[in-house]
Protein backbone atom coordinates (compact mmCIF):
# COMPACT_ATOMS: atom_id res chain seq x y z
CA UNK A 1 0.00 0.00 0.00
CA UNK A 2 1.05 3.38 -0.42
CA UNK A 3 -0.08 6.62 1.33
CA UNK A 4 -0.47 9.98 -0.61
CA UNK A 5 -0.06 12.71 1.43
CA UNK A 6 -1.94 16.88 -0.06
CA UNK A 7 -0.18 19.76 0.58
CA UNK A 8 -1.45 21.71 4.12
CA UNK A 9 -4.23 23.89 3.22
CA UNK A 10 -5.14 26.94 5.49
CA UNK A 11 -8.73 26.77 4.47
CA UNK A 12 -11.07 29.55 3.60
CA UNK A 13 -12.52 32.32 6.54
CA UNK A 14 -15.86 32.66 6.84
CA UNK A 15 -18.03 34.87 8.71
CA UNK A 16 -21.64 34.26 8.15
CA UNK A 17 -22.50 37.04 11.22
CA UNK A 18 -20.51 38.79 13.72
CA UNK A 19 -21.62 36.40 16.45
CA UNK A 20 -19.68 33.46 14.48
CA UNK A 21 -16.46 32.79 12.51
CA UNK A 22 -15.84 30.00 10.63
CA UNK A 23 -12.43 28.15 8.76
CA UNK A 24 -14.10 26.46 5.99
CA UNK A 25 -12.60 22.88 4.35
CA UNK A 26 -14.06 21.70 0.99
CA UNK A 27 -12.81 18.28 -0.57
CA UNK A 28 -12.10 20.50 -3.25
CA UNK A 29 -9.19 22.07 -1.35
CA UNK A 30 -7.26 19.17 -1.27
CA UNK A 31 -5.17 17.00 -4.52
CA UNK A 32 -5.92 13.90 -2.29
CA UNK A 33 -8.69 12.04 -1.53
CA UNK A 34 -10.85 13.70 1.71
CA UNK A 35 -13.61 11.68 0.75
CA UNK A 36 -15.71 10.38 2.44
CA UNK A 37 -15.72 14.58 3.68
CA UNK A 38 -17.12 16.75 1.97
CA UNK A 39 -16.65 19.76 4.22
CA UNK A 40 -15.29 20.51 7.49
CA UNK A 41 -16.13 23.63 9.22
CA UNK A 42 -13.84 24.90 12.43
CA UNK A 43 -16.70 27.43 14.20
CA UNK A 44 -16.56 29.85 17.12
CA UNK A 45 -20.27 31.03 17.43
CA UNK A 46 -21.42 32.91 20.43
CA UNK A 47 -24.95 33.84 19.10
CA UNK A 48 -27.47 32.69 16.26
CA UNK A 49 -25.64 32.61 13.12
CA UNK A 50 -27.90 30.10 10.65
CA UNK A 51 -31.73 29.82 10.61
CA UNK A 52 -33.70 26.35 9.62
CA UNK A 53 -32.02 24.26 6.65
CA UNK A 54 -31.58 21.20 4.27
CA UNK A 55 -29.28 18.68 4.57
CA UNK A 56 -29.75 15.28 2.44
CA UNK A 57 -27.47 12.60 1.49
CA UNK A 58 -25.06 13.19 3.41
CA UNK A 59 -24.40 12.87 7.64
CA UNK A 60 -23.72 15.92 9.30
CA UNK A 61 -21.26 15.76 12.51
CA UNK A 62 -20.82 18.54 15.04
CA UNK A 63 -17.89 17.91 17.70
CA UNK A 64 -17.97 20.08 20.38
CA UNK A 65 -14.69 20.90 21.57
CA UNK A 66 -13.88 20.94 25.25
CA UNK A 67 -13.36 24.68 25.76
CA UNK A 68 -16.40 25.33 24.88
CA UNK A 69 -18.86 27.18 27.19
CA UNK A 70 -22.46 27.05 27.41
CA UNK A 71 -24.73 24.79 25.20
CA UNK A 72 -25.58 24.19 22.04
CA UNK A 73 -29.51 23.65 20.54
CA UNK A 74 -29.96 21.27 18.18
CA UNK A 75 -33.49 21.16 16.83
CA UNK A 76 -35.01 19.42 13.44
CA UNK A 77 -37.80 17.82 11.29
CA UNK A 78 -37.18 14.65 13.75
CA UNK A 79 -38.84 16.09 16.64
CA UNK A 80 -35.30 15.65 18.20
CA UNK A 81 -34.70 18.62 20.54
CA UNK A 82 -31.16 18.16 22.06
CA UNK A 83 -28.70 20.21 23.75
CA UNK A 84 -25.63 19.48 23.03
CA UNK A 85 -21.84 20.79 25.47
CA UNK A 86 -18.89 20.89 25.94
CA UNK A 87 -17.23 17.42 24.25
CA UNK A 88 -19.97 16.06 22.91
CA UNK A 89 -20.71 14.78 19.36
CA UNK A 90 -24.00 15.27 17.58
CA UNK A 91 -24.79 12.69 15.13
CA UNK A 92 -27.21 13.67 11.98
CA UNK A 93 -27.99 11.11 9.36
CA UNK A 94 -29.94 13.05 6.84
CA UNK A 95 -30.54 10.56 4.27
CA UNK A 96 -33.22 11.32 1.92
CA UNK A 97 -33.72 14.90 3.70
CA UNK A 98 -33.95 16.38 6.85
CA UNK A 99 -34.44 20.26 8.29
CA UNK A 100 -32.38 20.89 11.28
CA UNK A 101 -31.20 24.41 13.05
CA UNK A 102 -28.26 24.68 15.67
CA UNK A 103 -27.88 27.32 17.80
CA UNK A 104 -26.41 29.03 21.46
CA UNK A 105 -29.14 28.11 24.09
CA UNK A 106 -28.59 31.25 25.76
CA UNK A 107 -25.31 32.68 26.95
CA UNK A 108 -22.76 30.52 25.19
CA UNK A 109 -19.20 30.30 23.29
CA UNK A 110 -19.66 27.40 20.87
CA UNK A 111 -16.44 25.99 19.40
CA UNK A 112 -16.18 23.22 17.58
CA UNK A 113 -16.52 21.38 14.14
CA UNK A 114 -19.21 20.87 12.08
CA UNK A 115 -18.39 17.50 9.76
CA UNK A 116 -20.04 16.71 6.74
CA UNK A 117 -19.83 13.07 5.38
CA UNK A 118 -20.89 11.40 2.19
CA UNK A 119 -22.81 8.40 1.94
CA UNK A 120 -22.89 5.54 -0.07
CA UNK A 121 -25.38 5.71 -2.69
CA UNK A 122 -27.40 2.66 -0.62
CA UNK A 123 -27.51 4.74 2.46
CA UNK A 124 -28.52 8.05 0.56
CA UNK A 125 -32.40 7.10 0.72
CA UNK A 126 -32.35 6.12 4.47
CA UNK A 127 -35.16 8.31 6.86
CA UNK A 128 -33.64 11.09 8.53
CA UNK A 129 -32.73 10.24 12.60
CA UNK A 130 -30.18 11.69 14.96
CA UNK A 131 -28.01 10.40 18.17
CA UNK A 132 -26.09 12.06 20.59
CA UNK A 133 -22.94 10.87 22.29
CA UNK A 134 -21.83 12.41 25.26
CA UNK A 135 -18.57 13.48 25.91
CA UNK A 136 -18.11 11.36 29.17
CA UNK A 137 -19.14 8.51 27.15
CA UNK A 138 -16.40 8.72 25.02
CA UNK A 139 -13.15 6.68 25.27
CA UNK A 140 -10.35 8.47 26.42
CA UNK A 141 -6.84 7.55 25.85
CA UNK A 142 -4.02 9.33 28.80
CA UNK A 143 0.04 8.05 28.13
CA UNK A 144 3.05 9.75 28.28
CA UNK A 145 2.89 11.30 25.29
CA UNK A 146 -0.74 13.25 25.44
CA UNK A 147 -4.65 12.38 25.56
CA UNK A 148 -6.58 11.52 22.93
CA UNK A 149 -10.92 11.35 23.04
CA UNK A 150 -12.01 8.77 20.45
CA UNK A 151 -15.09 10.10 19.56
CA UNK A 152 -15.68 7.46 16.24
CA UNK A 153 -14.91 4.15 15.69
CA UNK A 154 -12.07 2.18 17.41
CA UNK A 155 -8.55 3.04 18.54
CA UNK A 156 -5.81 1.34 20.44
CA UNK A 157 -8.10 -1.40 21.39
CA UNK A 158 -10.65 1.22 22.27
CA UNK A 159 -13.89 1.98 20.89
CA UNK A 160 -16.87 4.57 20.63
CA UNK A 161 -20.20 3.71 21.40
CA UNK A 162 -21.08 5.77 18.11
CA UNK A 163 -22.91 3.89 15.65
CA UNK A 164 -22.18 5.45 12.16
CA UNK A 165 -23.94 4.56 8.69
CA UNK A 166 -20.39 3.89 7.26
CA UNK A 167 -16.62 3.09 9.67
CA UNK A 168 -15.33 6.19 10.80
CA UNK A 169 -12.57 7.19 12.98
CA UNK A 170 -13.01 10.43 14.68
CA UNK A 171 -10.05 11.56 17.26
CA UNK A 172 -9.81 14.46 18.98
CA UNK A 173 -6.16 14.25 20.49
CA UNK A 174 -3.70 16.52 22.14
CA UNK A 175 -0.18 15.95 22.23
CA UNK A 176 2.67 16.88 24.58
CA UNK A 177 5.38 18.87 23.43
CA UNK A 178 7.97 16.40 21.09
CA UNK A 179 5.11 13.43 21.55
CA UNK A 180 3.89 11.08 18.78
CA UNK A 181 1.14 8.90 18.42
CA UNK A 182 0.80 6.19 15.37
CA UNK A 183 -3.07 5.92 13.91
CA UNK A 184 -3.41 2.85 11.67
CA UNK A 185 -4.59 3.82 8.08
CA UNK A 186 -5.90 0.39 6.50
CA UNK A 187 -5.84 0.22 2.69
CA UNK A 188 -8.60 2.50 0.42
CA UNK A 189 -8.91 5.02 3.44
CA UNK A 190 -8.87 8.48 3.41
CA UNK A 191 -7.61 10.52 6.51
CA UNK A 192 -7.96 14.60 7.25
CA UNK A 193 -6.25 16.01 10.17
CA UNK A 194 -6.25 19.29 11.30
CA UNK A 195 -3.85 21.48 14.01
CA UNK A 196 -6.36 23.05 15.76
CA UNK A 197 -3.50 24.34 17.92
CA UNK A 198 0.38 24.30 18.08
CA UNK A 199 2.26 22.35 15.00
CA UNK A 200 1.57 19.28 14.22
CA UNK A 201 3.86 16.69 11.88
CA UNK A 202 2.48 13.96 9.95
CA UNK A 203 4.64 11.55 8.55
CA UNK A 204 3.59 8.26 5.78
CA UNK A 205 4.62 4.56 6.73
CA UNK A 206 3.57 2.94 3.81
CA UNK A 207 3.09 -0.39 6.18
CA UNK A 208 4.12 -0.79 9.68
CA UNK A 209 7.55 -2.40 8.88
CA UNK A 210 10.19 -2.22 6.52
CA UNK A 211 8.68 0.53 4.64
CA UNK A 212 10.61 2.51 1.49
CA UNK A 213 9.85 5.76 1.77
CA UNK A 214 8.97 7.28 -1.48
CA UNK A 215 11.70 9.16 -3.29
CA UNK A 216 12.38 12.93 -2.67
CA UNK A 217 10.96 15.41 -4.87
CA UNK A 218 12.29 19.19 -6.01
CA UNK A 219 9.74 19.80 -3.30
CA UNK A 220 10.29 18.31 -0.70
CA UNK A 221 9.56 15.11 1.49
CA UNK A 222 6.44 13.59 0.10
CA UNK A 223 6.12 11.38 3.07
CA UNK A 224 6.49 14.11 5.84
CA UNK A 225 3.72 17.01 6.20
CA UNK A 226 3.94 19.90 8.84
CA UNK A 227 0.62 21.67 9.71
CA UNK A 228 0.90 25.59 11.73
CA UNK A 229 -2.53 26.01 13.63
CA UNK A 230 -5.52 26.58 11.87
CA UNK A 231 -4.09 24.19 8.34
CA UNK A 232 -4.99 20.72 7.28
CA UNK A 233 -4.29 18.25 4.99
CA UNK A 234 -5.24 14.58 3.72
CA UNK A 235 -3.79 11.26 3.57
CA UNK A 236 -5.04 8.84 0.50
CA UNK A 237 -4.43 5.17 1.02
CA UNK A 238 -4.43 2.78 -2.16
CA UNK A 239 -6.48 -0.03 -1.82
CA UNK A 240 -3.75 -2.92 -2.27
CA UNK A 241 -1.36 -4.48 0.27
CA UNK A 242 -0.86 -4.28 3.93
CA UNK A 243 -1.84 -1.22 6.91
CA UNK A 244 0.08 1.64 6.93
CA UNK A 245 0.35 3.87 9.52
CA UNK A 246 0.29 7.70 9.68
CA UNK A 247 2.61 9.10 12.59
CA UNK A 248 1.54 12.06 14.34
CA UNK A 249 4.24 14.30 16.13
CA UNK A 250 4.07 17.71 18.20
CA UNK A 251 6.91 20.82 17.82
CA UNK A 252 7.92 22.38 20.84
CA UNK A 253 4.77 23.90 22.10
CA UNK A 254 1.41 21.09 22.81
CA UNK A 255 -0.04 20.03 19.76
CA UNK A 256 -4.04 19.84 19.86
CA UNK A 257 -5.57 17.59 16.44
CA UNK A 258 -8.38 15.97 15.06
CA UNK A 259 -8.46 13.36 12.43
CA UNK A 260 -10.80 11.60 10.56
CA UNK A 261 -10.62 8.67 8.25
CA UNK A 262 -12.62 6.25 6.53
CA UNK A 263 -13.24 4.43 3.45
CA UNK A 264 -13.58 6.68 0.40
CA UNK A 265 -17.13 6.66 -1.03
CA UNK A 266 -17.09 6.26 -4.53
CA UNK A 267 -20.68 7.75 -5.53
CA UNK A 268 -20.60 11.76 -6.02
CA UNK A 269 -20.31 13.84 -3.39
CA UNK A 270 -23.77 15.39 -1.63
CA UNK A 271 -22.89 18.58 -2.49
CA UNK A 272 -21.73 17.93 -6.54
CA UNK A 273 -25.04 17.28 -7.35
CA UNK A 274 -28.27 18.45 -7.99
CA UNK A 275 -31.40 17.18 -6.15
CA UNK A 276 -34.15 15.35 -8.09
CA UNK A 277 -37.85 15.77 -7.58
CA UNK A 278 -38.60 12.74 -5.15
CA UNK A 279 -35.51 14.50 -3.16
CA UNK A 280 -37.14 18.38 -3.93
CA UNK A 281 -40.33 16.05 -1.92
CA UNK A 282 -38.48 14.90 0.51
CA UNK A 283 -37.05 17.89 1.71
CA UNK A 284 -40.62 19.95 1.52
CA UNK A 285 -41.82 17.45 3.76
CA UNK A 286 -38.92 17.56 6.33
CA UNK A 287 -39.55 21.80 6.29
CA UNK A 288 -42.98 21.22 7.50
CA UNK A 289 -42.08 18.14 9.86
CA UNK A 290 -39.61 20.96 11.20
CA UNK A 291 -41.62 23.99 11.25
CA UNK A 292 -44.30 21.53 13.52
CA UNK A 293 -41.72 20.41 15.32
CA UNK A 294 -40.24 24.34 15.86
CA UNK A 295 -43.71 25.59 17.05
CA UNK A 296 -44.48 22.65 19.73
CA UNK A 297 -41.50 23.88 21.48
CA UNK A 298 -42.58 26.97 21.53
CA UNK A 299 -45.54 26.11 23.06
CA UNK A 300 -43.55 24.05 25.59
CA UNK A 301 -41.42 26.66 26.22
CA UNK A 302 -44.31 29.04 26.79
CA UNK A 303 -45.84 27.10 29.20
CA UNK A 304 -43.01 26.36 31.89
Known sequence: MTLHLSAAVAGSIKSPGDSCTIRQFRHTDFSRGMSPLVMVDHFVMTGPAFG???HAGISAATLLLEDSTGAMQSLDS??????????????????????????PAGEARLHGLQIFIDLPEHLKSLP????????????VIQTVSGRIRV???????????????????????????GATTLVPTPPGWNAWFYAVQGDLGVRA???????????????????????????????????????????????????????IAGPAVDSP????????????????????????????????????
Open 128 to 139: ASTSLLRAWEMP
Open 78 to 103: TEANREIRAGDLHWTLAGRGIVHAQR
Open 151 to 177: AAGSYEGWVSPLQTPEPLLILDGWLRP
Open 205 to 259: RHRRKGAVPLPKVAGGDPDFAILAAGTAATASATPDGEEGVLVLMAGKTPAHFVL
Open 269 to 304: AAGRKTPAQDEHKALADALAAYETAEADTALQDAAA
Open 52 to 54: PHP
